[in-house]
């Protein structure tokens, strides 16, 4: 599936509001853009990295767009930054109680996250690149 193919299901996706930007036209879905240029370029980048600027998909990511289509690769991009966030957390709350600071506040976070990652109609899918590396929902997290 070429970039215009996954454009145009992106288009026809009733759900999706279309906004207009200077040069584009654009929209947003699971955290992901998908932008067309005045002049024909289209591109995917992730919402929910970057900070002010938004990121580029990986090679995966966009292999994954290639096979699978505009909403699946929504929720696989959606489920990738989900599992950054997780391991980001895991690193502060270790940081913490090796400091022997409270850490419930980002134990909650992650417990959310996690959550979001198993509510994630991707996560329960056999993703294109064979992913199966889903961070598993503990006892302690429920």
Same mark, same amino acid.
């Given at each position: 599936m070429t970039l215009q193919d996954i454009? *145009? @299901? !992106? #288009? !026809?996706d009733k759900n999706n509001s279309f906004f207009i930007g200077n040069d584009s036209l654009f929209t947003i @879905?699971? &955290?992901c853009k998908i932008e067309r240029f005045n002049n024909g370029e289209i591109v995917i980048k992730n919402t929910r990295l970057g900070g002010d600027f938004y990121k580029k998909l990986t090679q995966s990511e966009y292999s $994954?767009?290639?096979?699978?289509?505009? %909403? =699946? &690769?929504?929720q696989y991009v959606e489920l990738q930054t989900y599992k950054y966030q997780v391991d980001a957390l *895991? +690193? /502060?709350?270790? %940081? +913490? #109680?090796? !400091?022997? @600071?409270? !850490?419930?506040?980002f134990q909650e976070q992650r417990t959310n996250t996690l959550k979001k990652i198993h509510e994630n109609p991707y996560s329960k899918t056999n993703p294109a690149g064979g992913e199966t590396? /889903? $961070?598993? =929902?503990t006892s302690a997290d429920a």
């Open positions: 454009w *145009n @299901q !992106a #288009l !026809a @879905q699971n &955290g $994954v767009f290639e096979q699978d289509g505009w %909403h =699946l &690769g929504t *895991n +690193r /502060i709350i270790q %940081h +913490r #109680l090796n !400091a022997s @600071q409270d !850490a419930t506040r590396d /889903i $961070v598993p =929902l």
